[in-house]
Structure formats: C-alpha cells, structure tokens
C-alpha cells in the first residue's frame, strides 16, 4: 500500500445485484445484504488486509469489504482474521469469501473434499462472528468449462455450506472462453448448468469494454449488464489491465494499473483494480438495495 495521493490502491471493480430476499443474508454489519431495491453501494475486496489505520479513508468511499475466511489463492496465511470488529466499527458491510480448490486436486476425493472445505468455511465464519444466513462464496478462479469432478466438489460444498445453515455462491469468470470447434462458453453457465437446482449466488469477473465502462467509479451499472443477467456481484475490472480482455478501457493509469485514490478530491482514473491473485489485490462492490 502507498500513502501517496491520500491513499493509493491497487484493486479491482465490481458492481453487486442485490437480488436475494433479505432473509438470506444478515444485516450490513454482518454481510452483504441482497434485496430487490436499486441502490448502487461501492466496496472492497483484497487478499491482504489493508490495516486498521487504512480503513477511516477507505471508508469516505466504500461501504462494503470483501472479507476472506481462508488463506486466498497462492497465499498460506490469511490477514483477514480476526479483523471483523474493526470494519464493523467503521461501518462496513462485508461478502464473504472462501478459496476453492483447483481441478487437478480434485479426483474421486470429490465429494469429501467438498465436505471438509464447506465445514471448514463454516466454522471460520462462525469463529469470525458473522451470523447464520451469511452469503459466502466460492472463489474459482479456473475458466471455461470445468471438468465433472470439479462440479461434484461444488455441489458437495454448496449441499453442506447450507446444511450450516449459510447462503453458497460462487465468484468465477463471466467471460467467453474457447470451448472448442469455434464455440464460447461462459464459466458461470456451466457451474450454473452443473449445479442443479441448488440456489446459490454468481459473483462474476468480465472486465472487456463493453461491457465494462473501465477504471472508473462514474455511472457504475448494476451486475445484470456484465452480460450475465443472474449475476448478483460483477467485477469490472482488473489491475494491472488485462491485455486480452481489457485493452480497449479507458481510465487505467500509464502504468496499465487502476488506482483507487482516496483522497479528499480524487481526481478522475485514480479509482481501483486489481486481480485477487496477487497479496495486495482488492476488489471494488457496488451493491444495489
């Protein structure tokens, strides 16, 4: 984190769909709040927390936080813990985030292991003081169609996450991926396709202009216009610019980043991005109620 700019941050933009019943979620101290009212909110989410004295600025800004209940990706530690009270106080929302496994460590361990991770999420959501009902997503970050194991895995994990009695989602590509024989396939259909009736929730990633407007903060769109109308969390973009998906967007710094700058009087471009791969990735929500 640098303290230039009054707070400069590397992040990534997503917008959310408040689309759930309010029984489904807890309150705005406890979790993202999913309801049928349209009111854009913008938020975070980072892999790293970004520290207690980060979050009085971050606050003039955002009013949700992406809140990890495990390590993130690539990472064997998770800084988020313990952290709850001190976001509430600022007043804070949160949505909740659980790393899923990769594909390749999937085999006929499947559904057991879909079971120890959900118990696993469940009991760090409970030791975090977040109350039952609480959204919690699956973090995927493999594209395209997934392989059969990976599908029982989640279902294994979206059956037991509620047998605890919590909300499952899942964050996972929304954009086209090659699917052999010239034909495209959108990561968040085949989970959808896959997942049967389970009701679960779709934080998706589609940072291409359009359907993204890029690195900015101004006239943010609700997740429906991310090109996957049952999205309820959409993120818009990533830090530094994707080369593949997001050349053509405008606002990114010289640099190919997207600063969030949360100064008193942040100038245009200095908003956020950033891919939750790396330690120092946030996430920016913006959340209709």
Known sequence: MTASKGLAIVAAFLVVLVAWPRSGF?????????????????????????????????????????????????????TWVGKRKALQEQGFGFLLLARGRPASTIQSDANEKGLADARETARNAEQEGFGLGAAIFLDVEE???????????????????????????????????????GRKILTSDDIRSNIGQRDIAYWVV???????????????????????????????????????????????????????????????????????????VMSCICLWM
């Open 206 to 280: 589609n940072d291409s202009c359009p359907p993204s407007r890029g690195c900015t903060s101004v006239g943010l769109l609700g997740p429906t216009k991310s090109n996957v109308d049952y999205a309820v969390v959409w993120q818009f973009v990533r830090s530094p610019r994707s080369k593949e998906t997001a050349l053509e967007c405008p606002g990114y710094a010289k640099d190919e980043n997207c600063y969030a700058a949360l100064a008193s009087r942040p100038r245009r471009g200095q908003f956020v991005q950033s891919f939750r791969t790396s330690p120092t």
């Open 143 to 181: 594209g395209g169609r997934l392989p059969p194991q990976f599908h029982a895995y989640l279902r294994s994990w979206v059956d037991e996450l509620r047998r605890h009695r919590f909300r499952p989602g899942v964050y996972c590509s929304g954009m086209p991926a090659n699917d052999g024989n």
């Open 26 to 78: 807890t309150d705005k101290s406890q979790s993202a709040s999913v309801q049928t009212e349209e009111k854009v909110y913008l938020g975070f989410d980072r892999n790293e927390y970004p520290g207690d004295a980060a979050l009085p600025v971050l606050r003039k800004l955002f009013s949700f936080s992406g809140y990890w209940l495990t390590p993130p990706p690539n990472t064997s530690q998770n």
